[in-house]
């Protein structure tokens, strides 16, 4: 059975500290690494990895995969109380003619000033 | 955005009562998903489509039927709904590519009393 595992589940910090969450994920079939922030409504996506080594930015977020040792890590530098949300990891695998994605549970980012 | 709209948004309805969710899309991508999102759970995979007429299961199924008789829609239906499926519904889409972010819906919210 395809597995991604998040940790910490939750996480409180100050404004300006730098964060970082983990995913870890037993998937047949793998095809990507995705990150997700979801806020009071629909995830909306963040970053795809697909590959080892090569870091993903976009701002104060960055992303890396480790493809041998099945995790990736999301960075959040000088973290602002608006990156408060649920980050979700979702890994996808393809198979007969599918491409599903297996979400993990999430980590709960709250940012205090 | 992408194009996925939901509805309803929110919906409350009796045990026992057959319940259906619409997904549709404006984006012509193969790939459309059912997941609920439940507290301490996640997202999980109720049912997937990749392509017309063709549907599988996910990991969370039990109860739970669907149809996709056109590119654009995919239908959700709860045959007879129960309180355990209280839950918020997000519909997801991807493209028609592997390794292509997948898109999710503003979600709606079932409560079942």
């Known amino acids: 059975e395809d597995k991604v595992v998040q940790s910490p589940l939750s996480l409180v910090v100050h404004e300006g500290d730098t964060v970082t969450l983990n995913c870890s994920y037993e998937?047949?079939?793998?095809?990507?690494l995705l990150w997700y922030k979801q806020e009071k409504k629909a995830p909306t996506f963040l970053f795809m990895l697909?590959?080892?080594?090569i870091e993903k930015k976009s701002g104060r977020l960055s992303s890396i995969l480790d493809k041998k040792e099945l995790f990736s890590i999301l960075n959040i530098t000088a973290t602002q109380t608006g990156d408060s949300a649920i980050y979700l990891c979702?890994?996808?695998?393809?198979?007969?003619?599918?491409?599903?994605?297996?979400f993990g549970k999430g980590t709960k980012l709250s940012v205090i000033p | 955005d992408a194009g996925i709209t939901q509805s309803p948004r929110h919906k409350v309805t009796e045990t026992g009562t057959p319940v259906t969710l619409r997904c549709h899309q404006t984006?012509?991508?193969?790939?459309m998903y059912w997941y609920r999102q439940d507290p301490g759970h996640g997202l999980r995979l109720i049912h997937y489509?990749?392509?017309?007429?063709?549907?599988d299961k996910g990991e969370v199924s039990d109860g739970y039927s669907v149809s996709r008789s056109k590119t654009e829609d995919f239908l959700l239906t709860l045959e007879s709904a129960t309180s355990s499926q209280t839950s918020v519904y997000f519909c997801?889409?991807?493209?028609?590519?592997?390794?292509?972010?997948?898109?999710f819906g503003q979600g709606t919210r079932l409560t079942v009393v």
């Open positions: 984006e012509n991508h193969r790939y």
């Open positions: 697909t590959s080892s080594g």
């Open positions: 998937v047949t079939n793998f095809r990507s």
């Open positions: 997801a889409i991807s493209g028609n590519r592997a390794n292509t972010e997948a898109f």
């Open positions: 489509s990749y392509g017309v007429k063709d549907t």
């Open positions: 979702a890994a996808s695998n393809s198979g007969a003619g599918s491409y599903q994605l297996t």
